[in-house]
């Protein structure tokens, strides 16, 4: 067991930090210390460390030597080539967890359409299914390249739902995930791109409003 610790731990810190910065727990722009995020998330240095790295990797925190980590800022010109990226990986990355899922897998993503019924203005909740239908399409396509390619990139996206919560048409947002869920639970994959391109095109929408990004 003691050869796993750090990796698990390791694991456990990105998906710690990775939340906050997504949440806006820590907002763009904001400048941290190392030490300070080991002390939010209450694990060491070193497995802090890696998942740092890992997310300056991402693109959501830079390491400025001798001054500590900046949460990168959100900016219109990245956002769109993250959407241009989607918009091409994403249709694979659907169209072969249609194929591709198991039957406990289509059962998995019958539920998170099922739930995502239930969301209505609850933000939280949005995002969290929406991490886990992510996690649920990844894992059906049975193809890991694809899955940790988009990965980055949803988490992104993610943090610009909500940086424009306050605008954004959320029940719009959820019916079209409960949409791509239950397509790709039902061997659909041209429902599961046309669910797809309307979560884009919601994401385009919210971007060309912006008259300023920070």
């Not at 050869?3 to 727990?25: F, G, I, M, S, W």
């Not at 941290?32 to 300056?56: F, N, S, W, Y």
């Not at 990226?85 to 249609?98: G, P, S």
């Not at 694809?146 to 919560?165: T, Y």
Request: with cysteine; charged share 25%.
């Amino acid at each position: 067991m003691a050869p796993d610790k750090p990796a698990n731990l390791a694991e456990l810190a990105y998906t710690a930090l990775e939340a906050r910065l997504v949440t806006l727990h820590w907002p763009p722009g904001a400048l941290l210390q190392e030490k300070d995020l080991a002390q939010a998330i209450g694990i060491g240095r070193t497995p802090v460390r890696e998942a740092v790295q890992r997310l300056a990797g991402q693109g959501l925190l830079k390491i400025l030597p001798r001054k500590g980590l900046l949460v990168a800022p959100v900016q219109r010109s990245e956002l769109l080539q993250i959407i241009e990226v989607r918009r091409v990986l994403e249709r694979l990355l659907v169209v072969k967890a249609a194929e591709r899922a198991s039957p406990q897998q289509r059962d998995t993503l019958a539920g998170l359409a099922a739930q995502f019924a239930t969301v209505g203005e609850e933000l939280d909740q949005y995002m969290r299914l929406d991490r886990a239908l992510d996690a649920a399409l990844g894992e059906a396509c049975a193809n890991p390249y694809l899955a940790a390619a988009l990965a980055p990139l949803h988490a992104h996206c993610r943090r610009f739902w909500f940086l424009r919560r306050e605008r954004l048409d959320l029940a719009r947002a959820v019916a079209l995930h409960a949409g791509l869920a239950d397509a790709a639970a039902r061997a659909d994959g041209s429902g599961a791109i046309r669910a797809l391109n309307g979560i884009i095109a919601v994401l385009e929408e919210q971007l060309g409003a912006l008259d300023v990004i920070s």
